[in-house]
C-alpha cells in the first residue's frame, strides 16, 4: 500500500517508456510484466514475479511451446538486456523456471508433469553466466550428470540474495519453519 500512495507509483505507467522498447519486450500481458518489473526494481521493489501461463501442454505440445516462445523469447531478452544496459543485472537475480519437467516422450501430441528431469535459468546478481550445471541422458529422461535437488536449487537463491538459508522462520503461531530444508547446499559452481 505504501508504493501506491509513493512518486514510486508512476512506475505501473508503461507509456512513460519509449515505444521502440514497448515492443521490444512484446505485445503481451508477459511482455507488458517484464517490463514493469525492470520498472519496480529500479524503484527498489526486492522481489518481482512475472507469469506467464499456458506450459501445461498435454495435448498439442509444439504448437503450444512455439506460440508461447513468440511471447517469451522477445520479453526475456529485452529485460536482461535492459536491466544489463541500466547496470541492474549484476544486483538483481532473474530465475526462469517452471514447476515441472515434460515427459520425454509424446502421448497424444502432447507432454506429461515430469518431475525426474527439468530446465531452470539464473542469470544476474553474481551469478557466473554460461554454464551448464547438470545434465540428462539423450532422451532428456533422467540427470546423469551433477543433479541439483530443489532443496540446493533454493539454497543457492538464498545464498545469491544474502539470505541465511539454514535459519529457521519463526511465524505467527509459533511452529519454526526452515527456509531450505536441512542438508540443503547452494551449487557453488555459479558463483563467480
Known amino acids: 500500500m505504501k508504493l ?3 512518486d514510486k507509483a508512476k512506475a505501473f505507467d508503461l507509456s512513460q517508456e519509449p515505444l521502440a522498447l514497448r515492443q521490444a519486450y512484446g505485445n503481451s500481458r508477459f511482455g507488458e510484466g517484464c517490463l514493469l518489473a525492470r520498472r ?13 501461463d499456458g506450459w501445461d501442454t ?7 511451446v512455439r506460440k508461447l516462445g513468440t511471447i517469451l523469447d522477445p520479453a526475456m531478452s529485452t529485460l536482461i538486456g535492459d536491466l544489463k544496459t541500466r547496470g541492474l543485472l549484476d544486483s538483481t537475480l532473474v530465475v526462469w523456471m517452471g514447476e515441472f519437467g515434460r515427459t520425454p516422450a509424446f502421448k497424444n501430441k502432447g507432454r506429461d508433469h515430469y518431475a525426474r528431469a527439468w530446465s531452470t535459468m539464473m542469470m544476474g546478481g553474481g551469478v557466473k553466466g554460461g554454464q551448464v550445471i547438470g545434465r540428462t541422458d539423450k532422451n532428456g529422461a533422467i ?10 536449487f533454493f539454497a543457492t537463491i538464498c545464498e ?5 538459508y539454514t535459519k529457521l522462520n519463526n511465524p505467527p503461531g509459533g511452529r519454526r519453519i526452515p527456509i531450505v530444508e536441512k542438508g540443503a547446499n547452494p551449487i557453488k559452481e555459479i558463483f563467480s
Open 160 to 164: 545469491v540474495l544474502g539470505v541465511n
Open 58 to 64: 498435454h495435448f498439442e505440445n509444439n504448437d503450444a
Open 4 to 6: 501506491m500512495k509513493s
Open 143 to 152: 540427470v546423469e550428470d551433477r543433479p541439483v535437488s530443489a532443496p540446493d
Open 40 to 52: 519496480l526494481i529500479e524503484t527498489g521493489v526486492k522481489y518481482v514475479e512475472v507469469s506467464l
